[in-house]
């Protein structure tokens, strides 16, 4: 068994923390401003916002190819910033992850925004203080709880992401090849002994990650 084999499994376990800790400042960001609101659009907006849960990931991949392509107005800029294209590149397996994983986020932190007792925030403004220091120092910590598990959930859907990573970063061995792609061309080769090593990675990671969100919630409900 070669190194090359682990490749993968790295490539992807930073590939999901990068990804996760972007999806869980923009999704609790959004969560909180989209939660006890409600105003004209929020529905359309809201849609498209949890929509790449409901959407195939060939179809995720075939819109970030088409938003990130060299044509498009984004593809163009990014190029001439970095002077590449973030297509095939494990950057991409990033944005494919980002993507897929906000949904979760968001759903989950919105809701635990929405479970606080507004009575505790307003408390807060009567003893004088600001909105800043009631959202650090009341709504965060009470919500702390949804954005871990939201933090969990996204950085295991990142991890196993396949159809648009397949599609928007490829599977180059060694740049841009995650543990699902890996296990899709060991499988397609014949080559079992590889397959197996990789879905048991992922599962102890899968697995472990999950068993400490409920874990967790569980003692916090104690």
């Known amino acids: 068994m070669g190194t090359e084999l682990f490749e993968p499994i790295f490539l992807s376990l930073r590939i999901a923390i990068i990804a996760s800790v972007i999806v869980m400042v923009f999704g609790t960001v959004t969560g909180k401003l989209m939660a006890n609101r409600t105003w004209r659009g929020k529905t359309i907006l809201e849609t498209f916002l949890i929509l790449p849960l409901v959407l195939p990931p060939s179809v995720v991949?075939?819109?970030l190819l088409i938003f990130f392509g060299a044509n498009s107005s984004l593809g163009r800029f990014?190029?001439?910033m970095f002077g590449a294209p973030i297509i095939f590149t494990w950057w991409a397996g990033v944005v494919a992850a980002v993507v897929v994983a906000f949904p979760l986020m968001y759903q989950v932190s919105r809701a635990g925004f929405e479970t606080i007792d507004r009575q505790v925030e307003e408390a807060a403004r009567v003893d004088g203080a600001?909105?800043?220091a009631v959202f650090l120092f009341i709504t965060l910590p009470l919500t702390m709880k949804s954005i871990l598990?939201?933090?969990i959930l996204s950085f295991t859907?990142?991890?196993g992401e396949f159809g648009a990573t397949l599609m928007f970063a490829g599977?180059?061995?060694g740049k841009t090849q995650t543990?699902?792609?890996a296990i899709y061309v060991a499988i397609d080769s014949g080559n079992m002994k590889d397959a197996w090593i990789l879905v048991i990675s992922i599962l102890i990671i899968s697995t472990s990650l999950l068993g400490f969100v409920q874990v967790y919630r569980n003692r916090t409900y104690e």
């Open 61 to 63: 991949g075939f819109l």
């Open 78 to 80: 990014i190029e001439f």
């Open 130 to 132: 600001n909105e800043w």
């Open 149 to 151: 598990t939201g933090f």
């Open 157 to 159: 859907r990142a991890l």
């Open 171 to 173: 599977n180059i061995p």
């Open 179 to 181: 543990i699902s792609t």
